[in-house]
């Protein structure tokens, strides 16, 4: 069937580092063999006679210029821009729509846009759009806290995607109050001058509480809460026919001392570890991880249920599994002294902690110990009384390879990110009393290390078998965000070379670490990287410095994971070689439905998070915290505060009465007269002036502000002006504000 790899060029050649080749060479990039590659020829053929490929120079394979109209999806920034997606993909990417282009278009839309070419850079055309038609409405229900003023009513939309009110005409129906959160169903779009209007659908909760947030962060992303009683009917009968006896043909590893380290909360324990010190000199690492394929069938409505939610939503004191909680916490779940259903990875190392085999295994297992991270690095620590021998020694022996491991490979390149997230501290009436950074103890890159080492090693035995599955890739980063990285570095104050290379970015994270602009330089780091995603191609993982990397082990909230343990079994028990070949089209829809589901639950975890420290910080209006100027714009200056792990904006008129000289690209604020200097990676005293938890935004000013004064035949009526023009009393301002 020539669709089986449609979808799989088009999302291959999609990529920002695809460069053309030719229908021979793009196969041998995809992994095609040659058994398939007549239908591979007939799916280029249909993609060229639909006009999605192009032949350039040379019969090389190229997407399409960028088209006169555009079909596509909205995505809409805050501050009013936004970028048209196409539905078919072209080799300019998204199409840029101003402000005033928008045509009263909503995030998520489905519209038609007009492209008009707006010069080049960089070898490549540019294009501006407007939007002429909207073609389909995205979700027509919106979150947001429901208000009067005036006698009248209307919703102030949650987050930044939607920043107009929505009028509501009548709430007696609803029976909601002023200060509740509401759901809220569009009746009438935004046109030019007007506002929405809608109806209210539901009333969830007066504004604040733990609960309510959760329940309306939970509605605003689309997430599922409850489960459907067949699959729910299916986890059931699943677990009632589980018996650990009935499977002779399993790897019998119950006498092994094999232990989960996890964290205190944790309730499904998913992935466990043995470590066996060879006669050799060499180490054999066992990664055991729940065998949730045994218990989910493909095709059930259970397995319907996981891959329309693809992952678990991790929230402050609740949690939305993938799984129905008899499987995830149950039987699934490695539970300490329990004999359980694994499929086992088994990676043997030399003395220096390079691979040298590798095999996968259906066992069953029953785990020692369950130990928490704490606990695990008291052990570490020499603190071992209370803990069996056997358990010490297995910790320790872990401690060990990891630290082996990590070494090999750093020195292969892997960048290890200092990105730490804060928990929040909780009271007993669910209300957030503080926050204090991530635990960061060693033992969590010991868990990372194995966990790394077993999906990379099941991945390469797919890559030996030639048989796709769907792999975590992550392409290196391309010339534009190298580019604005080192622009951002160099403003930070510090020398990173032109020819860019994996140790030079180690050296640099190696350098800030402990610093005030140390989260800075990470998060540009990271944002100069192409997203992680799930996809069948074989593109490797930068970040890890890994040429074939998948998800293998948490099986219990991901669901890619689930899909690689479908085949892993197919693999232990001789089925592979009869199974069809794999429909790639049909994987990379998979793969794009998994990275949108992950997206959407971090965004969702992320986002209560940030409300929640917000209503904290409502409570600290006028104090003064720490901070660490790690952004520059054209109207202001970002400012994180670590302890919250929270970012605020002083805005330029807050900074003082001077005229503030503002240069992005070398992440700068100059005071013309003060002389006064704001750059990224200074680290400032700044005071909470105002806190709109509902808009997601925190306004700070410096600690210490001359009091704006007027100057002798000034007004203090005057307009402020405006980025760009010249004041004409200034000569070198440019970008500023005048107070």
Not at 351 to 370: F, M, N, P, Q, Y
Not at 448 to 473: G, H, K, Q, T, Y
Not at 478 to 506: C, I, S, Y
Not at 654 to 666: F, H, I, K, M, Q
Request: glycine fraction near 8%.
């Amino acid at each position: 069937m020539p669709e089986r790899y449609v979808a799989a060029i088009l999302k291959y050649m999609s990529e920002q580092d695809y460069q053309p080749l030719k229908p021979k060479q793009l196969a041998r990039w995809m992994g095609v063999d040659e058994e398939a590659y007549g239908t591979f020829r007939a799916s280029v053929k249909r993609l060229r006679d639909a006009g999605q490929v192009v032949m350039g120079a040379g019969n090389a394979l190229m997407l399409p210029e960028m088209p006169g109209r555009v079909t596509g999806f909205f995505r809409q920034n805050p501050k009013g821009f936004g970028f048209v997606t196409p539905e078919s993909p072209n080799s300019n990417g998204d199409l840029f729509i101003p402000p005033d282009a928008v045509e009263g278009a909503m995030d998520g839309d489905l519209v038609i846009a007009e492209a008009r070419k707006q010069g080049r850079r960089d070898g490549q055309e540019l294009y501006r759009g407007r939007i002429i038609k909207i073609v389909k409405r995205s979700e027509n229900r919106v979150v947001g806290e429901l208000k009067t003023s005036d006698g009248k009513w209307f919703v102030l939309p949650d987050g930044k995607q939607l920043t107009r009110p929505i009028i509501i005409h009548d709430v007696g129906a609803a029976g909601a109050k002023p200060d509740t959160k509401v759901v809220v169903e569009i009746t009438r779009y935004p046109e030019p001058g007007k506002l929405p209007v809608g109806v209210i659908v539901e009333a969830i909760g007066p504004a604040g509480p733990l609960a309510t947030e959760t329940r309306a962060i939970i509605l605003a992303h689309g997430l599922q809460e409850e489960f459907p009683d067949e699959a729910v009917a299916e986890a059931r009968a699943a677990v009632a026919s589980f018996d650990p006896e009935d499977d002779a043909t399993r790897e019998d590893l119950t006498s092994l001392t094999i232990i989960t380290i996890d964290p205190d909360t944790a309730r499904d324990y998913d992935d466990a570890v043995s470590i066996q010190i060879n006669s050799d000199g060499t180490w054999t690492a066992g990664v055991h991880i729940a065998d949730v394929s045994h218990f989910v069938p493909e095709g059930g409505e259970l397995d319907a249920s996981a891959r329309s939610r693809a992952t678990s939503v991790y929230f402050p004191r609740k949690v939305l599994p993938m799984l129905p909680e008899v499987l995830s916490n149950g039987v699934c779940s490695l539970q300490e002294g329990q004999k359980r259903f694994c499929k086992s990875a088994f990676i043997t190392y030399d003395r220096d902690a390079k691979v040298t085999s590798t095999r996968v295994a259906e066992t069953v297992i029953r785990s020692t110990k369950r130990l928490t991270y704490a606990q695990a690095q008291d052990i570490c620590d020499g603190k071992s009384d209370g803990y069996d021998s056997s358990v010490v020694e297995l910790v320790r022996n872990m401690e060990t390879l990891a630290r082996k491991i990590q070494a090999r490979r750093e020195a292969d390149g892997m960048l290890r990110l200092d990105l730490h997230d804060v928990e929040l501290i909780l009271d007993d009436q669910d209300r957030v009393i503080d926050v204090q950074p991530e635990d960061d103890a060693y033992t969590h890159t010991i868990i990372e290390m194995f966990m790394v080492e077993a999906n990379e090693a099941v991945a390469r035995l797919f890559d030996s078998l030639n048989r796709p599955v769907i792999r975590r890739v992550h392409p290196a980063p391309d010339q534009q965000g190298e580019k604005k990285f080192k622009t951002f570095v160099r403003a930070a104050g510090h020398k990173v070379p032109g020819n860019l290379t994996v140790k030079d970015m180690q050296d640099l994270l190696a350098s800030v670490r402990g610093k005030p602009e140390s989260k800075a330089v990470n998060l540009a780091l990271l944002k100069t990287m192409q997203r992680a995603e799930y996809s069948p191609m074989q593109i490797g993982h930068f970040a890890l410095a890994s040429d074939a990397y998948c998800h293998f082990t948490s099986p219990i909230r991901r669901y890619p994971d689930l899909t690689v343990h479908r085949m892993v079994a197919e693999h232990c028990r001789g089925n592979l070689k009869n199974r069809p070949p794999e429909d790639v089209s049909a994987l990379v829809t998979l793969a794009e439905e998994c990275t949108s589901a992950s997206e959407r639950a971090e965004a969702a975890e992320k986002e209560l998070t940030q409300l929640l420290v917000l209503q904290l910080l409502s409570k600290h209006l006028g104090e003064v915290f720490d901070g660490v100027v790690d952004g520059i714009t054209n109207f202001g200056i970002f400012v994180e505060l670590p302890k919250y792990g929270i970012e605020g904006l002083i805005r330029l008129e807050d900074l003082g009465d001077d005229w503030w000289e503002v240069s992005a690209r070398t992440g700068k604020v100059r005071g013309e007269r003060s002389g006064r200097v704001f750059r990224i990676g200074d680290s400032l005293k700044v005071k909470i002036v105002a806190v709109d938890v509902a808009a997601r935004q925190l306004n700070l000013v410096p600690e210490k502000t001359d009091a704006p004064r007027k100057k002798k035949g000034q007004s203090r009526n005057k307009p402020k002006h405006k980025p760009g023009n010249k004041p004409k009393s200034k000569k070198k301002s440019r970008g500023g504000k005048r107070r």
